[in-house]
């Protein structure tokens, strides 16, 4: 929605349409923008001021933040080492809560649901942005103009056939192929260029037969959802796996969720086999996971409720960029923005990156028009900032494995300083 707005601004005579799976249910965890995405979202639209004001209006504070131990540590243990250890692990925690609570009169930071920012996204693009588009197979008028709406929802991505110069007509490069996951019509339009913000998995990624598996497994497994009647009274609390423990490589976080959802929780392990095929696969997955918290655990029971009050349980397995790959699309009129192009540990960074990435796209098509040479220019103006904000991202989530003082996120300087 950012990308398709930005370049809307920059290019008004072009033709944009935006292509989306689902349908806008409401799904996803709690996410924070950071100064630099902030930057980002004031220069979208010609610095159209009112979106940055829409969704600040979708924001709720944080106002504390706590690290707790992920299972209770159990009394009976044989050895002072043994003891000794159990003592101070509680101690540490213990002053580690303690002194992050000292925040607690103030506001740390400030999350929005992302359901709720794509939501404002794409009303606003709607209201500003018309796109129309030469459908091959079938044509609609259904905004009465002579267009269809910019954002089309509930279109599976199928196929894309790229065109040899002799195929291509009026410009276009590309054919796409789409099933309307409602009705199972299958629709096929023409493009000249892609902008793929098909998430980690780019369905765009895996059909095109030149472009490389640009993915690095992280050996993690990820569960999110929301529990919209449960309040976490402004706190995010983070729980880790305690080292040489069983639980080592498990961490779990719940989030005050939105303006009108009460929290969002996400849990991290080691990685699962395969992959839930339903809801109710990923509800017991997830639940196997935070039993090892002990089931007589307020850990415990705190998660099974936030579980339990969650319609949506997303599932799926951590990774992040190669930057050994080529950072290029191999096709012109292709690039990839946001976690397509760049997937990276979930601390909160990866927002703001997809909302530069649309701000620099904007820019270098402002000074170049829609063409091969600004989509060029935004992959080289992206490499260097993305991979270096990467790394950074990566060692703040190694740290916190290894249990050091600092949560993931907890103010806007983070990251970006």
């Given at each position: 929605?950012?990308?398709?707005?930005?370049?809307?601004?920059?290019?008004?005579?072009?033709?944009?349409?935006?292509?989306?799976?689902?349908?806008?249910?409401?799904?996803?965890?709690s996410?924070?923008?950071?100064?630099?995405?902030?930057?980002?979202?004031?220069?979208?639209?010609?610095?159209?001021?009112?979106?940055?004001?829409k969704?600040e209006?979708?924001?709720?504070?944080?106002?504390?933040?706590?690290?707790?131990?992920?299972?209770?540590?159990?009394?009976?243990?044989?050895g002072?080492?043994?003891?000794?250890?159990?003592?101070?692990?509680?101690?540490?925690?213990k002053?580690?809560s303690?002194?992050?609570?000292?925040?607690?009169?103030?506001?740390?930071?400030?999350?929005?649901?992302?359901h709720?920012?794509?939501?404002?996204?794409?009303?606003?693009?709607n209201?500003?942005?018309?796109?129309?588009?030469?459908?091959?197979d079938?044509?609609?008028?259904?905004?009465?103009?002579?267009?269809?709406p910019?954002?089309?929802?509930?279109?599976?991505?199928?196929?894309?056939?790229p065109?040899?110069?002799?195929?291509?007509?009026?410009?276009?490069?590309?054919?796409?192929?789409?099933?309307?996951?409602?009705?199972?019509?299958?629709?096929?339009t023409r493009?000249?260029?892609?902008?793929?913000?098909?998430?980690?998995?780019?369905?765009?990624?895996?059909?095109?037969?030149?472009?490389?598996?640009?993915?690095?497994?992280?050996?993690?497994?990820?569960?999110?959802g929301?529990?919209?009647?449960i309040?976490?009274?402004?706190k995010?609390?983070?729980?880790r796996?305690?080292?040489?423990?069983?639980?080592?490589?498990?961490?779990?976080?719940?989030?005050?969720?939105?303006?009108?959802?009460?929290?969002?929780?996400?849990?991290?392990?080691d990685v699962?086999?395969?992959?839930?095929?339903?809801?109710?696969?990923s509800?017991?997955?997830?639940?196997?996971?935070?039993q090892?918290?002990?089931?007589?655990?307020?850990?415990?029971?705190?998660?099974?409720?936030?579980?339990?009050?969650?319609?949506?349980?997303?599932?799926?397995k951590?990774?992040?960029?190669d930057?050994d790959?080529?950072?290029?699309?191999?096709?012109?009129?292709?690039?990839?923005?946001?976690?397509s192009?760049?997937?990276?540990?979930?601390?909160?960074?990866?927002?703001?990156?997809?909302?530069?990435d649309?701000?620099?796209?904007?820019?270098?098509?402002?000074?170049?028009?829609l063409?091969?040479?600004?989509?060029?220019?935004?992959?080289?103006?992206?490499?260097?900032?993305?991979?270096?904000?990467?790394?950074?991202?990566?060692?703040?989530?190694?740290?916190?494995?290894?249990?050091?003082?600092?949560?993931?996120?907890?103010?806007?300087?983070?990251?970006?300083?």
């Amino acid at each position: 929605m950012a990308t398709a707005i930005a370049i809307s601004a920059s290019s008004p005579s072009s033709s944009i349409v935006v292509f989306e799976r689902d349908a806008f249910q409401p799904k996803g965890a709690s996410i924070q923008i950071s100064k630099s995405g902030w930057k980002s979202i004031a220069a979208l639209g010609d610095g159209d001021k009112s979106l940055t004001k829409k969704l600040e209006e979708t924001a709720v504070p944080v106002t504390s933040v706590e690290i707790k131990s992920w299972e209770e540590i159990d009394e009976v243990i044989v050895g002072r080492r043994a003891r000794l250890r159990t003592f101070l692990t509680r101690k540490l925690l213990k002053l580690k809560s303690k002194a992050i609570n000292v925040l607690a009169s103030r506001v740390i930071t400030r999350v929005h649901l992302w359901h709720d920012v794509r939501v404002v996204l794409s009303e606003h693009a709607n209201q500003k942005y018309r796109g129309s588009y030469n459908a091959v197979d079938n044509n609609g008028d259904e905004n009465g103009d002579g267009s269809q709406p910019l954002v089309n929802l509930n279109h599976s991505l199928e196929n894309i056939q790229p065109l040899s110069p002799l195929e291509q007509q009026d410009g276009a490069r590309f054919v796409l192929s789409f099933k309307n996951m409602v009705s199972g019509e299958e629709l096929k339009t023409r493009a000249r260029h892609i902008v793929a913000c098909d998430g980690i998995k780019s369905k765009v990624r895996s059909i095109l037969p030149n472009e490389p598996d640009v993915l690095l497994a992280e050996n993690k497994s990820v569960w999110r959802g929301l529990a919209p009647n449960i309040s976490t009274s402004g706190k995010a609390t983070f729980y880790r796996g305690v080292s040489d423990s069983n639980n080592a490589g498990r961490s779990g976080l719940i989030f005050p969720g939105g303006k009108n959802v009460g929290s969002s929780w996400t849990i991290i392990s080691d990685v699962e086999d395969q992959r839930s095929n339903s809801e109710e696969e990923s509800r017991r997955r997830v639940l196997n996971i935070v039993q090892s918290m002990g089931k007589d655990s307020d850990n415990f029971k705190l998660f099974k409720q936030v579980i339990d009050e969650s319609s949506i349980i997303i599932e799926s397995k951590l990774h992040v960029r190669d930057f050994d790959k080529p950072w290029e699309s191999s096709y012109d009129g292709l690039i990839y923005v946001g976690d397509s192009a760049h997937p990276v540990r979930p601390t909160g960074e990866g927002t703001a990156l997809a909302f530069e990435d649309a701000n620099v796209l904007g820019k270098v098509i402002l000074k170049f028009g829609l063409c091969d040479e600004a989509l060029r220019e935004y992959e080289n103006k992206r490499y260097e900032p993305v991979k270096r904000i990467s790394e950074k991202v990566k060692n703040m989530a190694d740290n916190f494995y290894k249990e050091t003082d600092e949560p993931p996120v907890v103010n806007d300087d983070t990251v970006y300083t």
